[in-house]
């Protein structure tokens, strides 16, 4: 009887210890998508441009950083907010823990280096490292097209100074380690061109509706804009296959 006793508390030490080495891997190893580009991105006219498009209409990164008025139909973004933060996804919402958009105006992120906004718009990951919650669908903007997000970048340059600081996210146990698990190293993929001879895709986005959708070798949608007269001067957006959006805009027929 000792003896089994003896083997159980073994058992359970070995477990204990096992468990213990997992948390702290993925806990101090992990996230792990390397270090911040060095990068020094030109804010263009044109560059600008295409990150304001980009950041408001396409990744409508502004519907999450910014005040939104959820007294008026579509809670429309209000003025003089934009960028600001604060919006809150917590467990009231289905979320596990307490999440709230950063101020990313100069005031926020007007520290960061051009490489270290650029990593936390493709890999989700913060200047100091740590993850953000995939609220911000960062799983799909690691394959967003390079000059794309440095257009988004140059954008957010550009925004008004909103000095305000947001509550400090906190995921709740255990997703706080799980969470870590989630950011992988940006794969971005290429913009298609006019000239690009690839099949018109099955399936079809109408919003927004001045843009087409082609697939790309690797699965999924390319979406770019339509009659693109200068070849890389307007911006796409690579959607997974697996997105739902494309099994809601199928086309007639």
């Not at 980009?54 to 959820?70: K, L």
């Not at 718009?121 to 390079?146: K, Q």
Request: charged residues 15%; glycine residues 8%; positive net charge.
């Amino acid at each position: 009887m000792k003896k089994t006793v003896k083997i159980i508390g073994i058992l359970v030490g070995v477990l204990v210890i096992a468990v213990a080495g997992v948390l702290a891997y993925v806990s101090l190893a992990l996230p792990n998508v390397g270090e911040a580009q060095d990068m020094v991105i030109e804010p263009t006219p044109v560059r600008v441009a295409r990150g304001e498009y980009i950041a408001n209409h396409v990744a409508v990164c502004m519907d999450c950083h910014s005040t939104r008025d959820y007294t008026l139909y579509s809670a429309p973004l209000v003025p003089g907010t934009l960028g600001k933060g604060g919006e809150l996804f917590n467990q009231q919402m289905g979320f596990p823990g307490s999440f709230t958009s950063k101020n990313i105006t100069p005031s926020g992120i007007g520290d960061w280096t051009d490489g270290e906004i650029y990593r936390a718009i493709t890999t989700g990951v913060s200047r100091d490292g740590h993850a953000f919650f995939p609220v911000m669908p960062y799983p799909y903007y690691r394959n967003m097209n390079e000059e794309d997000a440095k257009s988004v970048v140059a954008y957010l340059r550009t925004l008004k100074p909103i000095e305000f600081q947001p509550e400090a996210s906190k995921p709740d146990f255990p997703f706080n380690f799980i969470l870590n698990t989630i950011p992988q190293k940006a794969e971005p993929l290429p913009c298609p061109t006019p000239t690009t001879n690839w099949p018109q895709a099955s399936t079809s986005l109408q919003w927004p509706a001045a843009w087409n959708a082609i697939p790309p070798p690797s699965g999924g949608r390319l979406w770019r804009r339509k009659n693109s007269p200068v070849e890389g001067n307007l911006p796409c957006l690579w959607v997974p296959s697996t997105h739902p959006i494309l099994r809601l805009t199928k086309k007639p027929g």
